[in-house]
């Protein structure tokens, strides 16, 4: 049996994408979850993004998050220290 198929580009986009949706999907369940009022352009943006590692980022935040508007801003823990601060 050929299995060269599964190998294939067109495979691996199909297991992208899937993964995307199972993310996006993951994160609009936290946030309902948490009981975090889901705007409509929020949800569209969260279905839209295609970006693995963005999802994987804004489903983190969604944990711990006060509201949408904390997923998608940038933390001063997703940065580098400067000069003189602190580290944990």
Known sequence: MDKSFYT??????????GRQ????????LVLEGRGIDIPEEV?????TCRDFDLLK???????????????FTEEATD????????QL
Do not use: M, Y
């Open 21 to 28: 949706q199972g993310c996006q999907k993951g994160l609009l």
């Open 8 to 17: 294939s580009w067109i495979v691996e986009e199909i297991r992208e994408e």
């Open 57 to 71: 980022t804004w489903t983190q935040r969604a944990g711990t998050a006060a509201s949408t508007a904390d997923i």
């Open 79 to 86: 940065r580098e220290p400067s000069a003189g601060e602190d």
């Open 43 to 47: 949800r569209e943006r969260i279905t």
